[in-house]
Nanobody, 119 residues
Framework: VQLMESGGGLAQAGGSLRLSCVASGSVYQITNMGWYRQAPGEERELVASITSSDTTNYADSVKGRFTISRDNAKNTLYLQMNSLKPEDAAVYYC??????????????WGQGTLVTVSS
């Protein structure tokens, strides 16, 4: 499985961006997916996740502003980001958890897309 993110760029504070992550390859192996971000000098952190049954989870810092969704027909994961703040600036990564055996999982990461927010 390969993941390709897009949609990053420059936004003003209070603005919006929509990130996309397209999966290719053995997509039938994909279970849960998520968006993570990493700011300079910081550790990578979970932004939002979604299960194969569309149960979602959000970091407290983005609740009410970001929405994660997936379109299985298009093999695409989305992150709608509204009311952006300068502290949202980071490289955003898409992650997919693959079921590779009955009890074995493998996490796959995309290459990241840069989000910059101007104040």
């Amino acid at each position: 499985v390969q993941l390709m993110e897009s949609g990053g760029g420059l936004a003003q504070a209070g603005g919006s961006l929509r990130l996309s992550c397209v999966a290719s390859g053995s997509v039938y192996q994909i279970t849960n997916m998520g968006w993570y971000r990493q700011a300079p000098g910081e550790e990578r952190e979970l932004v939002a996740s979604i299960t194969s049954s569309d149960t979602t989870n959000y970091a407290d810092s983005v609740k009410g502003r970001f929405t994660i969704s997936r379109d299985n027909a298009k093999n695409t994961l989305y992150l709608q980001m509204n009311s952006l703040k300068p502290e949202d600036a980071a490289v955003y990564y898409c992650k997919a958890r693959l079921r590779v055996t009955v009890e074995g999982y493998l996490d796959i990461w995309g290459q990241g897309t840069l989000v910059t927010v101007s104040s």
